[in-house]
Structures are given as structure tokens and as C-alpha cells.
């Protein structure tokens, strides 16, 4: 007589050296009688010994029809629009079968299966549900290329002849959907900005993987978060899947510290970037090149290695029209002086000398209207720019955009060297004036 025994999350007792002794013994009596253990859990952790005696099953998240089939029993004889049915389910994908069961019976409850705020209602309930795994954020984001972005022009023009692949007819002509890109510079120069701004243009779903966050110290934990992961993007594909600072996550040099932990998730990410079939666009973004496994850039893991540098002349003038023009500040005309100004600037840095001018514009009058050209170059009069700060290490990464081993993201290169001396003269300069402030107000 067959027969199955069960036992629910056993993995958390595979430590305790009886309940193993007696597991590995029963597996071997078992299999002569044809008996079956059938162990559950979140993830399980087979321990050496019992490999020979283990199929491992993953259950995967549920597809389109799976969720179909839970709208239809939900929504009972609510006759529900076809396109609306499409979209209910795309809002679902990537959640259990009970998640999924329970998000369509809220939004039944609340607004009922027959109108579009039903689907916000199941996306709503999406993004919260993956929010409290601790290792994706789920992203609704609505920035563009042309009014967020200011300059790269050549990865802009590359993002748009790849979004064209997602369409039918490119399928029929034989166009792979691309597997993602590798965004490597200088901080705050628009790296991760890049990301929401695909997701917003290609109008897909933008998850971010904090790859940090993916590794615990109960054996077996990490690995199964990076699968989960990569299971949960691969559900709710055509998606964006962003990984910042992929360089902190990737770190191999654990060994036998961490028990090749480390190693196997590096390797579980390779794979998947390598062999992945789903609609699944990976932009990862890198700030040190030199703590990048050699691995990962090598051609097939992404389409294309951009490189991100200081914005040139033109760039920063167009990253001050995105700003004040998102802030409603229209009065400024002329740009030249503030880009002479900001010399060695980010585009982070740009953005809070608007927001830094406004504030001061406030402080002198609360009924201003628009903020001046005066305004904006007392906020950049006290910036020290990180490339000045950190003037090698920025200086060694745009020596490696030069080498031409990744493509420049912007059509013209920025010239504008940063010479030790002319670091130190300008710190030096600014933080005597700053002092010279302090000392007077005081």
C-alpha cells in the first residue's frame, strides 16, 4: 500500500542532529517500500546526505490562465469586459494564487470587477506585496527620456530602436527583445534616473532588485530570494528590472566565509542574464568598475555597456531647462553664465542649485514669483562638486569611458579634464568663503 507522509517547513530542523539522524534513516527505509516524504516550505535547503534521495519540485507563480480561472470564480456572474479582463490579470501577474484570489476579491468588494479603478486596486495591493518581500520594490513611474533626461543621446536613440522590438511585426521579422543594459560612471550623473525613465517610456512595470538585501544567514535563504526574485520579473514580464550599484552586491571575494553563498547567487544571476527567455530588461547600474567581476562584462550578459560621464556644456544647460521648467520657473534666458558656473557638475548637483535658488529667492521675498539668474548663481557659489571631492576616483572612471572598452551614453565627450591642483585651489577657494560667511553671521 503507497502511502505519503508530509511535513511542513522540516527545513528549519535540519540543524538539530536527531531530527536529521532520524530523516536520513526513514528516507532509506522508505524508498524499499515504496513510501513517499513529501516536505514543504518556502524554500528547502536539502542537506548533502539526502540529495540522492530528494526531488526538488518549485512550484512556480501563476500564469495567465491560473489567474483567469481565479477572476472568473471571483467575479461569478459579473459579466466582465474582455479588455478589462486582460488588464485585471496583467495587474496580477506576479503574485500566488492566493495573493491574486485575495487582491480581485478587494477590489470586488470595493468597486466591483466592471470598472478600470479595480485594476489600480490589484496593482495597488501588487506593489505592497512585493514591497514586503525586502528584496524588490515595485515602481510606478511616469518620468520620459525627452523631458526627464537631459543629454545621452546616444543611449536614448539606443532605448528607442530596442523598444520597437516588443512589437509583433519585429517578432515576425526575427528581432530578439534585448536582454538589458549596463549603465557604468560617474555618480549622480543619471544612471539610475535612466531606469524609471525606460520603464515610464516603454510603459512597463519597473521592479528594483536590492541585491543586498537578498542575502540572510539561515542556510539556503539567499539563494532561494534570488530565485524568487527572478521568478516574480519573469511573472510580471514585459518588465524593467533595475539593479543598482550592482557592484555592492557582487562582491566574490566571500570564499569559504560565507559558505560559496555568495558565489552560487553571483552565478544563479549570470545564468539567468545569460539564458533568459522572458521579456525581462535589466538595466544595471555601476558606480566602481574596478569591484565589477570580469564575468559580467563580457558580451552576452547585456546588449550594451554605456558609459555615463559629467555632463558637457549643452547637457548641463538642458538638465537646468528640465528643472526649472518642473519647478514652473520660466524667467531665466540666458544659460551661459550658469553653465560656465557649474563646470564639473552633476546632474544631481544641478538639481539642487534649483532647488537651493528657490529657497533663497523664498527667504528674501514669500511673495516671489520666479526665481532669478542672481538666485541660481548664489546657489552654486558654495557647491563643491564630487568630481572635485573625489577628483582621482572620478578621474580613473572617466579614463576608463575613454578607453573605449564601454559606449559613451552621451554624442559628445566632455572634455573638461579635472587636474589635481585645479581640485584642491577650488576646494580650497569655496570652503574660505563659506568660512568667511560663518564667521560674519556670527
Excluded at 80 to 107: C, P, Q, R, V
Excluded at 187 to 206: F, Y
Excluded at 325 to 336: A, E, M, T, V, W
Excluded at 399 to 412: N, V
Aim: glycine share 6%.
Amino acid at each position: 500500500m503507497k502511502r505519503k507522509y508530509s511535513f511542513e517547513d522540516l527545513h528549519r530542523y535540519f540543524d538539530q542532529v536527531d531530527v536529521f539522524t532520524r530523516l536520513r534513516k526513514l528516507a532509506e527505509k522508505l524508498r524499499i517500500y515504496d513510501k513517499h516524504i513529501i516536505l514543504t516550505g518556502p524554500f528547502v535547503k536539502i542537506p548533502d546526505e539526502l540529495e540522492k534521495f530528494v526531488t526538488v519540485i518549485n512550484i512556480p507563480l501563476p500564469d495567465r490562465s491560473d489567474l483567469e480561472k481565479n477572476l472568473n470564480y471571483i467575479s461569478g456572474e459579473t459579466k466582465i469586459d474582455e479588455d478589462l479582463k486582460k488588464y485585471f490579470i496583467d495587474s496580477a501577474l506576479g503574485m500566488t494564487d492566493t495573493e491574486a484570489f485575495l487582491a480581485f476579491k478587494l477590489a470586488k468588494q470595493k468597486v466591483g470587477l466592471d470598472t478600470k479603478e479595480a485594476a489600480q486596486i490589484i496593482s495597488m495591493e501588487k506593489e505592497q506585496i512585493i514591497k514586503k518581500s525586502g528584496i524588490l520594490d515595485y515602481y510606478q513611474v511616469n518620468q520620459d527620456l525627452e523631458s526627464s533626461l537631459g543629454g545621452l543621446d546616444n543611449l536614448k536613440d539606443w532605448l528607442r530602436k530596442r523598444e520597437k522590438s516588443f512589437q509583433r511585426k519585429a517578432k515576425d521579422f526575427g528581432l530578439q527583445e534585448p536582454k538589458g543594459i549596463l549603465l557604468v560612471g560617474v555618480p549622480g550623473c543619471g544612471k539610475s534616473l535612466t531606469a524609471k525613465c525606460v520603464a515610464a517610456e516603454w510603459k512597463q512595470p519597473l521592479l528594483k532588485l536590492d541585491i543586498g538585501k537578498v542575502f540572510q544567514a539561515e542556510v539556503g535563504a539567499s539563494e532561494n530570494n534570488i530565485r524568487q526574485a527572478i521568478e516574480t520579473a519573469e511573472a510580471v514580464a514585459p518588465c524593467v528590472l533595475w539593479i543598482d550599484e550592482i557592484e555592492k552586491g557582487l562582491n566574490t571575494g566571500g570564499g569559504e566565509k560565507d559558505g560559496g553563498t555568495n558565489s552560487r547567487v553571483f552565478s544563479t544571476i549570470l545564468t539567468w542574464m545569460q539564458e533568459k527567455t522572458k521579456p525581462v530588461f535589466v538595466v544595471a547600474t555601476a558606480n566602481n568598475i574596478q569591484a565589477l567581476p570580469p564575468e559580467l562584462l563580457r558580451k552576452g550578459r547585456f546588449d550594451e555597456i554605456f558609459f555615463v560621464d559629467l555632463p558637457t556644456k549643452e547637457e548641463r544647460k538642458n538638465i537646468f531647462k528640465i528643472h526649472l521648467k518642473r519647478y514652473s520657473q520660466n524667467s531665466i534666458s540666458s544659460f551661459d553664465e550658469l553653465v560656465d558656473k557649474s563646470k564639473y557638475f552633476n546632474g544631481a548637483e544641478i538639481e539642487e542649485c534649483v532647488k537651493e535658488a528657490m529657497f533663497i529667492a523664498y527667504d528674501e521675498n514669500p511673495d516671489v514669483k520666479e526665481i532669478t539668474l542672481k538666485h541660481l548663481l548664489s546657489a552654486i557659489e558654495p557647491i563643491i562638486p564630487l568630481a572635485m571631492t573625489m577628483q582621482p576616483q572620478i578621474n580613473f572612471l572617466r579614463q576608463f569611458g575613454k578607453s573605449k572598452r564601454a559606449r559613451p551614453a552621451s554624442k559628445e565627450f566632455n572634455e573638461e579634464s579635472i587636474s589635481e591642483e585645479e581640485s584642491k585651489n577650488v576646494i580650497k577657494t569655496k570652503t574660505e568663503k563659506d568660512f568667511d560667511i560663518y564667521s560674519n553671521n556670527n
